[in-house]
Each structure stands twice: as C-alpha cells, then as structure tokens.
C-alpha cells in the first residue's frame, strides 16, 4: 500500500480521506489519548473503513516525548478500546507488544467461546475501572 498525499496519514488514492457511509461522505479520525485527553497519535481514514483495521495502525505512530533526553517511547502502559477491537489479531498483536489493555469481549465471542465449553480456552481479562476512562479520547475530538 502506498503511502498517501495526507499530511496525517491515512487516506485512499491520492490521499483523499472521504469515505461513504449511511450518512454521506465523512472522514474518521482514529487517534490514542492519555488520561488527561492529551493526542499521541492520529490517522485520518475514509468514513466506510472500519476502526478496527486503523488500530494496529494508531499503535505504530504511537510516540511519548521524554522529558530529557532520549527517544521517545514507543509503547503505552496500558489502553483501553471499544469491542470494535476486540478480535484475535488486535489481542494478539497487544499480547506480543506486552501492552496490558481493557477491551470488552463481543456477545457473540463469548458464545462460541461457552458453545466450544473446555476447548473454549480462557476468557481474556478485562479491568473495568480501566476501561470507564475510555472516554477520554471521546473528548479530544471536541
């Protein structure tokens, strides 16, 4: 894939980041956040991409400037993302990065999971009191 014209990343040909949707062309802005609603790094995709396939993607451009010297650092201490996210290769891409993370597990995941009984596996973890400040990154955008 190559990449685009758009200064913020993301975009389509020729870096265009309309995409259509049920209500006409938009834009998504996919983008991490601290507690404090501070961005760390942003992707702007057409509006009929869906947010799970920008995750992995956010991650990378992921950056925390030190306070002296050295490079910035690379990964979170932990994150917290929408059951859009909640698929293997996201858990599996923060399990090898050793991201802990709070991400709520789809109905129809844990059904197959209960269906499957002892082959099943494990349920992941899921720390709500993390994830009940998810909204944080809401609020950037505002």
């Known amino acids: 894939m190559a990449e685009s014209a758009c200064p913020l990343g993301g975009g389509g040909a020729g870096g265009e980041v309309l995409g259509r949707s049920r209500s006409g062309f938009i834009t998504k802005l996919h983008l991490s956040a601290d507690g404090r609603c501070r961005p760390f790094s942003l992707i702007v995709a057409p509006g009929q991409r869906a947010d799970c396939a920008q995750f992995i993607a956010v991650l990378e451009k992921f950056r925390v400037p030190r306070t002296g010297l050295g490079r910035p650092r690379k990964k979170p201490d ?42 099943g596996g494990r349920p992941p973890g899921f720390d709500e009191d993390r994830y009940k400040k998810r909204n944080t990154v809401e609020r950037v955008a505002s």
């Open 78 to 119: 932990s994150l917290a993302a929408g059951r859009a996210c909640s698929n293997g290769p996201v858990r599996e891409y923060l399990r090898r990065r050793g991201i802990r993370h709070a991400i709520p597990v789809k109905s129809d995941s844990q059904a197959a999971r209960r269906r499957k009984g002892a082959r």
